[in-house]
């Protein structure tokens, strides 16, 4: 069990620096924090078939409201946008070729 509460720890370290760097407005340092917490629950989630009765009692109660706050961070972060395709435009102060 404590390596499961080691991994619920780090989890929440990463979700701290999370709401951290959204308070600085740094939405890609918090969206990287974000997703190593992401990945940390779903490791937890991943082993929980094997987790006893008692881990179970414990690590879920305290899995929930990491992934309260997770959801919470996620909501926050803007979305991102792709780039989408555009003509290139020919600049102004590009020398034309004397040749053409």
Excluded: Q, Y
């Amino acid at each position: 069990m404590d390596a499961h509460l080691k991994a619920l720890a780090a989890v929440s370290l990463e979700l701290t620096a999370a709401e951290e760097a959204l308070a600085e407005d740094a939405a890609g340092a918090a969206r990287e924090r974000a997703e190593a917490a992401a990945t940390g629950l779903a490791e937890l989630r991943a082993g929980w078939p094997e987790f006893s009765a008692a881990e179970r009692g414990v690590i879920g109660p305290t899995a929930a409201p990491l992934r309260a706050r997770l959801d919470a961070i996620e909501a926050r972060l803007p979305r991102p946008r792709a780039l989408g395709e555009v003509e290139p435009r020919p600049d102004p102060e590009e020398e034309i070729d004397p040749a053409a």
